[in-house]
């Protein structure tokens, strides 16, 4: 069991980065509440993700905030809003990207809410449009994991604590914000 601190969360119920960057976000609600609500094999309530078919493995997405700060001082720009990254939660302190793949659980105070890790969250070009230029690139191998909801509860802001089963291990917390990329082929 490791400790981590969820610091935000985003939920809003349509896409904001639809067409080509070049026109602009389309203006949609977006929230950015205190909690949230999890429901196994649908995804965060009042999410655009929750309960599509086609996303219901990956309806939750999950990034360290340090992946962001670490991407605003790589390309020497003042910090970025982290709602503009459009992930559902935003961690301090948790290697999201060792969490591909893999089963575990995070509970901030009401339980545990179980998350299958899948694939990466990969960056889209919208990143050097609401980011900085350049941040599209930078941020490959560190844009977070989108994760199916396997059980459902209530996730906080504030300390939390993650488990991990699998016997691989815990993931590192100084390694939160550094790219995941893989091994080159030899």
């Known amino acids: ?3 981590l601190e969820i610091v935000g969360f985003v939920v809003s119920p349509a896409h904001a980065y639809d067409g080509r960057p070049a026109d602009g976000p389309v203006a949609v609600p977006t929230s950015t509440p205190d909690a949230i609500e999890v429901r196994a094999g649908y995804g965060v309530v009042g ?3 929750a309960g599509r078919a086609a996303h219901r493995a990956a309806a939750v997405t999950l990034l ?3 992946a962001l700060e670490a991407v605003a001082d790589e390309l020497g720009v003042p910090p970025f809003d982290p709602v503009a990254a459009r ?3 935003l961690t301090r302190g948790l290697e999201v990207e060792a969490l591909r793949g893999r ?12 998350l299958g890790g899948g694939r990466p969250a990969a960056p889209c070009a919208w990143m050097d449009t609401v980011l900085a230029p350049g941040a599209h690139a930078a941020l490959r191998g560190r844009a977070g994991v989108r994760c199916a909801a396997l059980s459902s509860g209530t996730l ?5 604590t993650l488990t991990v089963s699998d ?18 082929r030899t």
């Not at 659980?105 to 545990?112: E, K, M, T, V």
């Open 47 to 49: 999410d655009r993700y």
């Open 1 to 3: 069991m490791i400790g």
């Open 156 to 160: 906080r802001l504030g300390p939390a």
């Open 87 to 89: 992930r559902t939660v």
């Open 167 to 184: 016997g691989l291990g815990d993931p590192d917390p100084a390694r939160a914000g550094l790219p995941r990329r893989r091994p080159a």
């Open 64 to 66: 360290a905030i340090e």
């Open 103 to 114: 089963e575990f659980a995070i509970d901030s105070g009401d339980g545990p809410v179980l």
